[in-house]
């Protein structure tokens, strides 16, 4: 039988770290899984974990979810890679479309990075204008355009948060604290130069760190007031706070929207998408350039339509999601030195007297004692993702006894 500590030792002579992404090198060395069900992760060693991570978002049904999994086998009886168009590729898109009252046209990539990669792309080509705003702490992806160090504050230009950066590039985009709509105006005011302004609505990769009543409106109008596109960067957010994402819950439309995760129903996928004139300027319609071997690939397409049909048969998943993540609510401790923000099935215990509004507040959270928590849980049976600033996610699949497990895990904390 395989052991994660001896698998995890070998991988570090094949992979940097010994992982294929950063997140997963849990210390001392990551648990190795073998198999998934419903809510459940199953390591080599045999230990089974009540999974809130649900690979950082996409399982919205949990794992090996039956109708999904039908949907990806009868598709790859007929292949799953032709290199033309597919009818699929038009029923995803019209469903998509029609879910976002901001989106006429789309484009499939394959990833969440290239998809807001790409709609930074598009924006700098339909505004002819340089440089780009996100929010500070805001996550979206790993390509040059937003690996930017936090810290640099809305006046200053953007510094690199990774080797290999080119710090002029890095000094077109530029960063405003979320919650913070006069940040914004006064960047946008003083600067005739930039294109775009993305953010996600609800900030998934430090939190989840909840809009301001209005804010997201205040973004809305600021950005339009200076001709800057507005992107919601929905990664997360898409059809896990609901179908239609954040930009329905909160009735905003954003110019582009950037979709992944749980839209492929849980294979790679990303979107990017909005008004008719904006999409047009996407190659071969338009001069801005996009292409893909494996975009709108029909094994995606097939698990993407199957997710987008069951949502829209069980729209009251959502009520229920919520109400599951109200309980764990309810079981933390009166006393307990931390704050419990929610929002739908996305959840998180921060360690900190109240719940941060930015990302320098989530910054003061005591890491230590989320580690030691953390510990807790994963000894107790349940896989929380292995950082203070990541958001929890609960699936379809968790049913009584991993709500059981959970309530009692943060009646601890
Ligand atoms: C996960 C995520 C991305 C990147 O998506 P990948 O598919 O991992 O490339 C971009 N934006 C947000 C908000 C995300 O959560």
Redesign the pocket.
């Known amino acids: 039988m395989s052991n994660s500590e001896t698998l995890f030792n070998e991988a570090k002579t094949l992979l940097p770290g010994g992982v294929s992404?950063p997140v997963r090198a849990i210390k001392p060395y990551p648990f190795y899984v073998k198999s998934a069900k419903g809510a459940v992760l199953t390591t080599v060693e045999d230990t089974n974990l009540v999974d809130c991570c649900l690979g950082?978002?996409p399982l919205l049904l949990g794992h090996a979810n039956s109708v999904i999994k039908a949907a990806i086998s009868s598709q790859l009886d007929n292949g799953w890679l032709y290199g033309t168009p597919t009818e699929l590729e038009i029923d995803l898109a019209k469903r998509i479309c029609g879910d976002h009252p901001s989106m006429d046209m789309l484009r499939f990539v394959?990833?969440?990075?290239?998809?807001?990669m790409a709609a930074l792309r598009l924006a700098r080509g339909f505004t002819g204008k340089t440089d780009i705003v996100k929010v500070e702490g805001?996550?979206?992806?790993?390509h040059d355009a937003?690996l930017i160090a936090a810290g640099s504050g809305a006046t200053t230009h953007g510094t690199p948060d990774s080797a290999g950066v080119l710090p002029d590039f890095a000094a077109h985009t530029r960063q405003v604290p979320y919650n913070d709509p006069e940040a914004l105006e006064e960047l946008l005011s003083k600067n005739d130069n930039i294109a775009a302004f993305i953010i996600?609505p609800v900030m998934?990769?430090i939190g989840p760190i909840l809009p301001d009543d209005g804010y997201l409106k205040a973004v809305r109008e600021i950005t339009a007031a200076h001709d800057v596109l507005l992107i919601f960067?929905?990664?997360?957010?898409g059809y896990r706070l609901g179908i239609g994402g954040a930009q329905v819950k909160f009735d905003i439309r954003p110019d582009l929207t950037?979709l992944?995760?749980i839209a492929g129903g849980g294979l790679?996928?990303?979107v990017f998408g909005g008004r008719r004139e904006i999409l047009e300027m996407i190659s071969p319609a338009g001069p801005v350039y996009n292409a893909g071997t494996f975009n709108a690939n029909p094994a995606t397409m097939a698990a993407g339509i199957a997710m987008n049909k069951y949502l829209h048969m069980h729209e009251d998943i959502y009520a229920k999601l919520d109400e599951r993540t109200r309980q764990i609510e309810e079981a933390v401790s009166s006393k307990a030195s931390g704050t419990f923000v929610r929002m739908g099935s996305m959840f998180k215990y921060f360690f900190r007297s109240s719940a941060p509004r930015n990302y320098t507040e989530a910054k003061q959270c005591d890491t230590d004692a989320f580690r030691r928590f953390w510990e807790k849980a994963l000894s107790a049976g349940v896989f929380l993702p292995p950082s203070q600033f990541e958001t929890n996610f609960l699936s379809t699949a968790h049913g009584e006894s991993e709500m059981t497990k959970l309530v009692q895990v943060y009646s601890q904390c």
């Open positions: 992404s950082y978002g394959s990833t969440g990075t290239e998809a807001t805001g996550f979206h992806g790993a937003v996600e998934g990769n960067d929905e990664v997360i957010t950037t992944g995760k790679p996928i990303g």
